[in-house]
């Protein structure tokens, strides 16, 4: 069975091997496209990721998922969602580590929006999962966060976990399901 490509807004290495690897055992194969749009800065994931798919397919002008992933801190009433990157850009592992998970209340839920624009219609599927975050980074640095977040159920990190075992179950994995679904039960447009 020939797999059919859908092209990946990203400028993230990690970012786009994470997706391809998601996608390994279905009929797609993922396509990063670097194509430089202006990010809105926002708290409402949902209203930048569709920001995000409405410009890169204005860019592409073909069928293009985007991603973003946030981190909703009950310690800071579910601070910062979509300016996530800004959050950790400023405090990195340790300081989110020192300010939450060191704090009364280190729950933590993490969410992947997913945007898929064919030019027909913009699609938007939500993973989450709940966790605390630990006390000091433990595992690997290289993925953002991934040393900090214990999703719920786990002693681990997803750093210490390795990806394999993020994989089978990150917020991620939850919204690629959900979208892997609707594009096996839709006709997309390639």
Not at 30 to 57: H, R, Y
Not at 148 to 159: E, K, M, N, Q
């Amino acid at each position: 069975m020939d797999s059919m490509e859908l092209r990946f807004l990203t400028k993230n290495k990690n970012k786009a091997e994470e997706f391809q690897e998601l996608f390994s055992h279905t009929s797609f194969s993922i396509v990063p496209a670097s194509v430089p749009i202006n990010e809105i800065q926002t708290e409402d994931m949902e209203e930048l990721v569709k920001d995000k798919a409405l410009k890169g397919f204005a860019e592409l002008r073909r069928p293009v998922f985007v991603d973003h992933t946030g981190l909703y801190f009950d310690l800071l009433n579910g601070f910062p969602g979509g300016l996530t990157e800004i959050f950790w850009n400023r405090l990195e592992n340790k300081g989110i580590c020192d300010l939450i998970g060191k704090s009364g209340n280190p729950r933590v839920r993490a969410a992947t929006l997913i945007g898929y624009c064919d030019g027909r219609t913009l699609e938007i599927f939500k993973g989450e999962i709940s966790g605390t975050v630990a006390s000091e980074p433990r595992g690997p640095e290289g993925f953002q966060w991934d040393p900090i977040f214990v999703p719920d159920g786990s002693l681990f990190t997803f750093a210490e976990m390795g990806p394999e075992a993020k994989n089978r179950i990150s917020m991620r994995r939850v919204a690629i399901n959900e979208f892997i679904n609707h594009l096996n039960s839709h006709d997309p447009a390639y």
